[in-house]
């Protein structure tokens, strides 16, 4: 078997767009968002949406919740058991909170699920990380938490350190009801002049099309609580020039396109990303243009643990709301998407 020198790499093109105006928890600012991409069109849709949103006073992004979680498997002898090991470990909170900070500086643990079907308990927890992600953070904590509770319940077993119910890099309703990464909003409102100058269309011709195309169109392709146009193309873009894990998109474009009009304030505008997984820090972070990037982002700067990692999310919540708005404006015009496809991947004239 041929033997690849491990220096070996993908390079994927890269360019910073906007800048995009964010307000709101991230203070007034003004941020060039790079973007890794083979999509080349991406590039100046995001920049469109950057340019109007920027027009219109910016785009406020508010982070809501922060968490990352592990479910572990345990294999009880019965459901009687299955119960008592359940009332067991919901009596052992103050301990169960000393087992995980002694595997972590930053892991807290925060929240305790379960689901139990027959014998089987599957055992949901929830952490901060800090400027994390999180994965291997919750993991390791996961780890110690079952040895702990095997080792008080002898007559339970090990069945697996994830059960599936956590639910990584999988399309599911669970991540968006208990929460699992950044729960994010951002919004803006366009003035009606702003929308039909640079989009090129109207308010109402957006909020149409996107109660059709993204609530029902989802609705009866049998969608899993998502409603949007392409999220995943603009946090995949974030995440390959950040040193995200880019299978976090599957669960990260779980999320919801809110457009109403606004009277004479224009086209209010909004997308909503429950499951938004991203970190500052870890695996990935210490590349040269990671590096680079993310100090750009001002997301290396000198915080709070945690409060990198909720900027790095409002700005990956305001760049998809910009690249959301632009497709969106596009497809409400015959022909227009196909053109500047055209245009833009094969010079088309």
Not at 50 to 55: P, S
Not at 76 to 87: G, I, K, T, Y
Not at 103 to 119: K, N
Request: aromatic share 6%; proline share 5%; charged share 20%.
């Amino acid at each position: 078997m041929k033997q690849y020198p491990e220096s070996a790499s993908a390079p994927i093109p890269m360019r910073n767009v906007g800048p995009i105006h964010l307000t709101g928890d991230a203070g007034t600012v003004k941020v060039p968002v790079p973007l890794a991409t083979f999509e080349s069109p991406l590039w100046p849709s995001v920049e469109r949406g950057a340019r109007v949103t920027g027009k219109a006073g910016g785009i406020c992004a508010t982070v809501f919740d922060e968490r990352m979680t592990r479910s572990v498997l345990i294999d009880a002898p019965s459901a009687a058991a299955a119960r008592d090991l359940v009332r067991f470990i919901e009596a052992q909170r103050a301990e169960l909170d000393t087992v995980t900070a002694d595997t972590s500086r930053f892991a807290r643990l925060i929240e305790v699920d379960f689901e139990v079907v027959g014998h089987l308990v599957w055992v949901r927890f929830a952490f901060t990380t800090g400027d994390a992600a999180g994965h291997n953070m919750a993991t390791r904590a996961a780890d110690a938490l079952l040895a702990w509770v095997l080792q008080q319940r002898p007559e339970c077993a090990y069945g697996s350190i994830s059960g599936n119910y956590c639910c990584d890099k999988k399309a599911s309703a669970v991540n968006g009801i208990l929460g699992r990464g950044k729960y994010v909003v951002a919004e803006t409102t366009i003035p009606q002049r702003l929308v039909e100058r640079y989009l090129h269309t109207t308010p109402e011709k957006i909020v149409a099309l996107n109660w059709r195309k993204n609530w029902v169109g989802t609705s009866l392709a049998g969608g899993v609580r998502s409603a949007n146009a392409h999220f995943a193309n603009m946090l995949l873009a974030v995440y390959l020039a950040t040193g995200q894990d880019a299978a976090n998109i599957i669960e990260g474009s779980q999320g919801f396109t809110l457009a109403e009009t606004r009277g004479s304030d224009g086209l209010y505008f909004s997308v909503t990303l429950p499951n938004l997984i991203v970190g500052t820090v870890g695996n990935g972070k210490d590349l040269p243009f990671v590096q680079q990037n993310l100090h750009e982002l001002g997301c290396l700067d000198a915080r709070e643990p945690g409060a990198n990692a909720r900027r790095l999310a409002m700005i990956c919540a305001a760049t998809v709301l910009c690249g959301e708005l632009s497709l969106l404006a596009a497809q409400t015009n015959p022909g227009e998407l196909m053109v500047a496809h055209l245009k833009l991947e094969r010079g088309a004239p």
